[in-house]
Every structure is written in C-alpha cells, then in structure tokens.
C-alpha cells in the first residue's frame, strides 16, 4: 500500500514539473528577452528575435521579422514632416455677404456715393482742397430684419471743422443719413498725419529735424518719403501745459507726430504739435 502512493505521488509530481518546464518555454518564445531593457520599438524587436533564436530556429525566424518592423516604425517616427504650405486667399467678390467686411469695391463705391450729396464742393479737406477729408468707412449695423448691407462713411470739413458722418445704403446707392457734429474728433488719417510733415518741414521749427536727419544720413531731407511717420491727435485733457496757440485743439483738428529715418535713427518731433486747421506749428514742453 505505501508502495502505490509513493509511485502515484511520484506522477504527479514528474507531470507537475514536465508543465512547468512547458510554460516556461512557452513565456521564452512569447516575450522578448530582459524586458524593459529597451522601450524603443526597433529595440524590443532585436532583443525578441535573439530570445527566440537561442529557443528554437523558428521562432528565430518569427523575432527576426518583428525586428525589421520594429526598425521601419523607429525610422518612420524619426522622419520629419513635410513643410506645411499656406493656401492662397479666396479671390474677393464685389459684395460681402452679411457682417462680412466691406470689399475693396464696396469701400471705393460708398466713399464715392458719400460724396455725392450737393454742397460738398463747398468741403474743405487737409489740404485746403475741395471736398470734405475721407477719416475712413465701416459696415454699419444692420437694421432689424433687414440684411441690406449699408456703409457708415466718416468725414471732415475743415473749412467748418466738422465732423460728417454718412450712411449709405449699398444696395440702392443712396445716402440713407446724414449727420455733422463739432468738437468730436476721430483718429487721425494717414494723409493728415502726412500733411501734418508737411507743413513741419515747411515751418521754420523743421530746422532741427532737418539738422538730425543730415546727421544721421549725411543728406539733406526734402522730402516726407524720406521719413517714416506715424501718430495721432494731440488732446489738451491728456496734457499738464498747454501753450495759447494750442487751446482751441479739440475744436480744431491738432496732431503730434513720431518720426524716423527710413531702416534708421529716431528723429524726436513729439514737441511739435501741428493745429491742421489753422495750418500752424506749434512747440511745447
């Protein structure tokens, strides 16, 4: 009787240890070798078909495979992208649609139709020319329930110095309204601020930027396209000093300018104030 049990318990114990020794193959062939060694694709691939290989010749063949695609998918993800490219911009229409911007022909057909109403001749713009001085156009708000598409166009009348404002409807090419107002004065335009050099250069206070602008370039400056201009209008609210001949700036129209040399140094004008106006130059500070 104890000679049956030991040989039975023997059995089991040679079946336990031939399944053991199964699965341990089985986990050789399944994983790669010293896992976590390399977490590149291309690495865990090299190290599974070495594994495999010392296993059993096909298996080798199996981890060798893994290893060529692990190489492409580390060569794939090491290429750079192509460069991106930007598309061109849509061609503009004649029309907007909705609360689209104003197009180019749009701008161009409300400036003109704004102008139309009689007694603009009788403007004056920054030049002292005919005609009020274009500040600039804006797509209105649109009405309720109507999607016409109308133009708000700003204007300026320096002979009465007043501010024009003109709404125009693009659809039927008329000039819906019609408002003036004194003493409101919008952001300057770049042909004022231009006009605004002008008359600096003009005035016997351009001396000095005339003198900068020969030491910095070593040429004599004749001309407003030799600078580069920029600025704004010159609020008396906004200053701690202001001179008499600047007290009715608010009422007129009066701008400060910043200027350099083109690609070069600054020219310091920012104590110049010029009341457009009256066509004068002013220094303060």
């Keep these: 009787m104890y000679e049956i049990a030991r040989r039975h318990l023997g059995k089991v114990v040679a079946g336990a240890a031939m399944a053991v020794t199964g699965t341990a193959v089985a986990v050789a062939i399944g994983l790669p070798g010293s896992a976590g060694a390399d977490d590149t694709p291309g690495g865990r691939g090299a190290l599974g078909a070495g594994a495999a290989g010392t296993t059993a010749g096909t298996s080798g063949a199996v981890g060798s495979s893994s290893g060529l695609q692990g190489g492409e998918g580390a060569q794939s993800v090491g290429t750079a992208p192509p460069p991106a490219t930007v598309a061109p911009a ?75 404002t003109r709404t125009v409807n693009l659809d039927t090419g008329k000039v819906e309204k019609s408002a003036s107002q004194r003493g409101v004065q ?18 016997p206070l351009g001396k000095g930027v005339k003198e900068d602008y020969e030491d910095a370039t070593g040429k004599a400056l004749t001309s407003t396209t030799q600078l580069w201009f920029n600025g704004d209008l010159y609020r008396t609210y906004r200053e701690a000093n202001v001179p008499a001949q600047l007290s009715r700036c608010g009422e007129h129209r009066c701008v400060r300018l910043v200027t350099k040399v083109l690609n070069g140094a600054w020219i310091d004008t920012r104590n110049l104030i010029v009341d457009l106006s009256a066509r004068t130059v002013t220094r303060v500070g």
């Design 186 to 203: 919008p952001s300057a335009h770049p042909e004022e601020l231009r006009e605004a050099l002008e008359l600096i250069l003009a005035s």
């Design 90 to 164: 849509p061609a503009e229409g004649k029309k907007g649609v909705g609360s689209d911007p104003l197009t180019d022909d749009e701008l161009s057909r409300a400036e003109t139709l704004a102008l139309t109403p009689p007694g603009a001749a009788a403007q004056q713009n920054v030049e002292g020319g005919r005609g009020p001085q274009h500040l600039g156009t804006d797509l209105a708000d649109p009405l309720p329930g109507d999607g016409t598409r109308r133009a708000e166009v700003r204007l300026y009348d320096y002979g009465r110095d007043e501010l024009i």
